[in-house]
T-cell receptor, first 113, second 115 residues
Framework: DAGVIQSPRHEVTEMGQEVTLRCKPI?????LFWYRQTMMRGLELLIY????????DSGMPEDRFSAKMPNASFSTLKIQPSEPRDSAVYFC???????????FGSGTRLTVV | AQSVTQPDIHITVSEGASLELRCNYS??????LFWYVQSPGQGLQLLLK??????LVQGIKGFEAEFKRSQSSFNLRKPSVHWSDAAEYFC?????????????FGPGTRLSVLP
């Protein structure tokens, strides 16, 4: 099993540009989570999907952020337009049942200059 | 609202010494409890979990944790630390309910290991 796959690993972009982060969850996992990690705020849950349906997006910071899960094997997190304060590591995680914990991807380090 | 505290931001221990990382939570019921480890540049890896049964749970890499309801704690322990254990450790607390699931991660404790 390849685990949760995120791409790209690193992204540097200019303020105002659109950024798309990608995630492939583990096959068979029915829940997918997007987290943001910063030194100041730690790990923050942005949104999570269950069976491809967004269940809780209360953590999405503002309308510039959007997430989709068109099928069970793919999700995207889009930031448009990006701002320097969006610089962080973004993690995707998946699980089959919450009681078993989450499997995290290696993250995407986003730098907005 | 549920919350998780990890009182120690940074701990340094010598290789071979014992380790205890503290985790306290504020929650109305018996939650699901997890410990994760994050090595530099990596995602979080699940070390162990508790949701019912024996309050002392064993995990990977020789770690264990004990759930103490009376103290609202779920401390992580290891009898002898290895240099490779240097990493950031996160406690997570949450619930699964009809509306979905809601897990909160603590701020993390960074572990340094002296040779």
């Amino acid at each position: 099993d390849a685990g949760v796959i995120q791409s790209p690993r690193h992204e540097v972009t200019e303020m105002g540009q659109e950024v798309t982060l990608r995630c492939k969850p583990i096959s068979g996992h029915n829940s997918l989570f997007w987290y943001r990690q910063t030194m100041m705020r730690g790990l923050e849950l942005l949104i999570y999907f269950n069976n491809n349906v967004p269940i809780d997006d209360s953590g999405m910071p503002e309308d510039r952020f959007s997430a989709k899960m068109p099928n069970a094997s793919f999700s995207t997190l889009k930031i448009q337009p990006s701002e320097p304060r969006d610089s962080a590591v973004y993690f995707c995680a998946s699980s089959i049942e919450a009681i078993y914990g989450y499997t995290f991807g290696s993250g995407t380090r986003l730098t907005v200059v | 609202a549920q919350s998780v505290t990890q009182p120690d931001i940074h701990i340094t221990v010598s290789e071979g010494a014992s380790l205890e990382l503290r985790c306290n939570y504020s929650y109305g019921a018996t939650p699901y409890l997890f410990w994760y480890v994050q090595s530099p540049g990596q995602g979080l890896q699940l070390l162990l979990k508790y949701f019912s049964g024996d309050t002392l749970v064993q995990g990977i890499k020789g770690f264990e944790a004990e759930f103490k309801r009376s103290q609202s704690s779920f401390n992580l322990r290891k009898p002898s630390v290895h240099w490779s254990d240097a990493a950031e450790y996160f406690c997570a607390v949450g619930e699964v309910a009809n509306y979905g699931q809601n897990f909160v991660f603590g701020p993390g404790t960074r572990l340094s290991v002296l040779p």
